[in-house]
C-alpha cells in the first residue's frame, strides 16, 4: 500500500493505472475511519481494479465555530485498517498542498440543493464539500468514487455536481452503516458521553417511528414530520436543528409522499451535532 502526500505522486500512480486498463475505486475521507467508512473500502473493492483512500480533514467544510480543531485524528489506525482492507493508495495530503497560499478559486453548487437544511446551518459547508471533491477527483482521477448515504445531502450535492460539470466518473451512494442498536456510525460519535450516547439513539427511534406510519398508509408530510419530532423531543438531551420529509432527489419541500421521498434529521446532543435519515419509497412499502 502506497501513502502518498503530494499531488504530483498520486497523479503519477493513479496515471500508472489508468494507462494500464485498470479500474480506478475512491473513497473520499476525513479519516477517523469506522465501519461506515470501511463498507465504503470493501464495496470499491469487490468492483475496482485497484483502491484508492483519501484521509484528509478539509478545514474549508467547517465553519468558525465548529469542531475542526478537535475532529478526531487517528493516522496510525486508519493506516492499518486501510492496509488490512487491501487498499493501494493513501493520499493524505497536508492542508498547504489542497490550499498553496493565494489560493482562491471554488466550485460551487448553487441553488436550493445547497442553500437548504445543512446548508443554512452551516454557511459555506458545501463549497468547501464541493471544492474539495471536486480536486480531489481531479487528483486521484477515478472511475467510481463511493459515498455513504448518511451524509444525504451532501450525497445528491455531490451527483448534482459530477453530473453538471460533466465529471468522467460515477459516483455510488452505499447504505447508512449502524451500530447493533441503530445508532448511525460517525466519526463524531467519539464525542459523546455515555448518556449522551444512550441519547442519541432517539434519532433512529425517530426515523423507524416515520417510516413505520408510512408504511401504515400515512402520506402527509406533515404529519410524518411531526411524528418523528415528538420521538425525538421524548428525549431531555437533544436540541433539535431540522426534522424534515423532502423529496429524495431535489430536497425539495413536498406537501404529500407521492414518490421516493426522504426523512432527514439533524439533532444537537449536548454538544455533539449529529445528522441522520432514512428513506421513504412507494414502491417497496409494507402495507
Same mark, same amino acid.
Given at each position: ?163 453538471? /460539470?460533466?465529471? *468522467? !466518473? ?6 447508512? +452503516? &449502524?451500530? $447493533?442498536?441503530? %445508532?448511525?456510525?460517525?466519526? @463524531? ?43 425525538? /423531543?421524548?428525549? *431531555? !438531551? ?6 424534515? +420529509? &423532502?423529496? $429524495?432527489?431535489? %430536497?425539495?419541500?413536498?406537501? @404529500? ?31
Amino acid at each position: 500500500m502506497q501513502v502518498l502526500h503530494t499531488v504530483s505522486e498520486t497523479r503519477t500512480a493513479t496515471t500508472e493505472v489508468r494507462m494500464a486498463g485498470r479500474k480506478i475505486g475512491f473513497v473520499p475521507t476525513m479519516g477517523a475511519l469506522h465501519d461506515g467508512h470501511m463498507s465504503l473500502v470493501r464495496r470499491a473493492r469487490e468492483e475496482c481494479d485497484y483502491v484508492a483512500v483519501s484521509i484528509f480533514v478539509n478545514p474549508t467544510q467547517f465553519g468558525p465555530s465548529e469542531d475542526f480543531d478537535k475532529y478526531p485524528r487517528t493516522f496510525s489506525d486508519d493506516l492499518e485498517k486501510c492496509k488490512k482492507a487491501r487498499v493501494d493508495l493513501v493520499f493524505a495530503p497536508p492542508a498547504s498542498e489542497m490550499y498553496p497560499p493565494g489560493f482562491d478559486s471554488w466550485v460551487e453548487v448553487k441553488g436550493f440543493i445547497t442553500q437548504t437544511l445543512e446548508g443554512e446551518c452551516r454557511p459555506n459547508h458545501f463549497r468547501g464539500v464541493t471544492t474539495v471533491c471536486a480536486k480531489l477527483f481531479n487528483i486521484v482521477g477515478p472511475d467510481v468514487a463511493y459515498f455513504g448515504m448518511k451524509d444525504y445531502q451532501q450525497l445528491k450535492v455531490i451527483q448534482k455536481m459530477v453530473r453538471e /460539470l460533466n465529471m *468522467p !466518473l460515477e459516483i455510488v451512494p452505499c447504505p447508512t +452503516v &449502524r451500530e $447493533a442498536d441503530g %445508532l448511525a456510525m460517525s466519526s @463524531r460519535n467519539s464525542y459523546l458521553s455515555p448518556e449522551e450516547r444512550d441519547a442519541a439513539l432517539v434519532l433512529s427511534r425517530s426515523l423507524m417511528k416515520a417510516q413505520e406510519i408510512f408504511a401504515s398508509g400515512e402520506r402527509e408530510a406533515e404529519v410524518i414530520e411531526g411524528v418523528a419530532r415528538q420521538v425525538l /423531543l421524548s428525549e *431531555p !438531551l437533544v436540541r433539535i436543528d431540522y426534522v424534515a +420529509v &423532502r423529496d $429524495a432527489e431535489t %430536497l425539495e419541500p413536498i406537501e @404529500r409522499v407521492e414518490k421516493e421521498a426522504v426523512v432527514l434529521i439533524a439533532a444537537r446532543i449536548g454538544s455533539t451535532r449529529l445528522i441522520d435519515n432514512c428513506l421513504l419509497s412507494v414502491e417497496h412499502r409494507t402495507d
